[in-house]
């Protein structure tokens, strides 16, 4: 089976731009979220998607949005990026109705905002 | 509501000496719990997970640990620590029907592993 793939790996925005994150999930998945991780913390849950709505939201602002396609890939996209912005990106996969969930995570995107 | 705190932010020990990472948690629900072990500029690996079955939980790399519902903790632990087991570790919770997906994580536990 296909781990969960994220691209690209690392990405550098200027303040104010706009950015799309990417997230394979793994096969068999039918759930994503999406965390992020500031240097030195845990990650932070954003949002999570299931059958392309979004299903729970963390303390994010809405310029942090996201979609879910058919085949349960995901889009994790930024407006206005500010400066704390910058953080390592997780997506995790996971397939929901099962008796014991297990969430299988991506290595991530490193967004840098200068 | 749910949250998670790991009581150290550094743990250091020698090469094949044991392993404790402290782990107290708190759910509304009863509670699913992870282990997660993060190696530098890599994503998350998951170590081990306790899903209400059997309390004492065995993981990858000889990790296991402990669901103690009374204590509200799941402690972390390794007979013989091993260099590669220098990393950061995150005790995560998940609980009810509501926050499915929802991972909280802890604020993390690096560990040091001197020869």
């Known amino acids: 089976e296909t781990g969960v793939t994220q691209s690209p790996t690392h990405l550098i925005k200027t303040r104010g731009q706009q950015v799309t994150l990417r997230c394979s999930s793994q096969s068999g998945h039918n759930t994503v979220s999406w965390y992020q991780q500031a240097l030195g913390q845990g990650p932070q849950f954003i949002f999570q998607y299931y059958r392309e709505e979004e299903n729970g939201r963390g303390n994010f602002p809405p310029r942090f949005s996201g979609l879910q396609f058919p085949n349960y890939s995901s889009e994790l996209n930024v407006n206005a990026l500010e400066l704390d912005d910058s953080a390592l990106y997780l997506c995790?996969?996971?397939?929901?109705?099962?008796?014991?969930?297990?969430?299988?995570f991506g290595s991530g995107t490193r967004l840098t905002v200068v | 509501a749910q949250s998670v705190t790991q009581l150290d932010s550094h743990v250091s020990v020698s090469e094949g000496t044991p392993v404790l990472l402290r782990c107290n948690y708190s759910?509304?629900?009863?509670?699913?719990l992870f282990w997660y072990v993060q190696h530098p500029n890599k994503g998350l690996q998951l170590l081990l997970k306790y899903t209400s079955a059997a309390t004492l939980v065995k993981g990858i790399n000889g990790f296991e640990a402990e669901f103690k519902k009374s204590e509200t903790s799941f402690h972390l632990t390794k007979p013989s620590a091993h260099m590669s087991d220098a990393a950061e570790y995150f005790c995560v919770v998940s609980s009810g029907y509501d926050s499915w997906g929802k991972l909280q994580f802890g604020a993390g536990t690096q560990v040091v592993v001197t020869p």
């Open positions: 759910s509304s629900y009863s509670p699913s």
């Open positions: 995790a996969s996971s397939l929901v109705g099962t008796a014991s969930v297990s969430y299988t």
